[in-house]
Nanobody
């Protein structure tokens, strides 16, 4: 089974940018649904962005126009480009394959200071 490892989180000031990476242990080309989720303590994990193998994408309203999800199938890696970051984007970000009952990475912390 594919394993996922996130990287790229960190501390950034409001208005700044980060790029998260999700490296898979196997091919992602045929995985239809891959996405990024985020969670803050005491709240449910929420969807940030989804990517399908055909190239379709879906974004949460709160990140539309600021975040971009992409895949590099040759590198078996998915990315989340985050621009114009806000303090409310602070969370642990998880990558996922095959939906809520699928495979999850360990998470990477993103902290946006005001």
């Amino acid at each position: 089974q594919v394993q996922l490892v996130e990287s790229g989180g960190g501390l950034v000031q409001a208005g700044g940018s980060l790029r998260l990476s999700c490296a898979a242990s196997g091919s992602i080309a045929s995985i239809n649904g891959m996405g990024w989720y985020r969670q803050v303590p005491g709240k449910k994990r929420e969807l940030v962005a989804l990517s399908t193998s055909s190239g379709n994408t879906h974004y949460a309203d709160s990140v539309k126009g600021r975040f971009t999800i992409s895949r590099d199938n040759a590198k078996n890696t998915m990315y989340l480009h985050m621009n114009s970051l806000k303090p409310e984007d602070t969370a642990v970000y998880y990558c996922n394959a095959w939906g809520l009952n699928g495979v999850w990475g360990q998470g990477t912390q993103v902290t946006v200071s005001s």
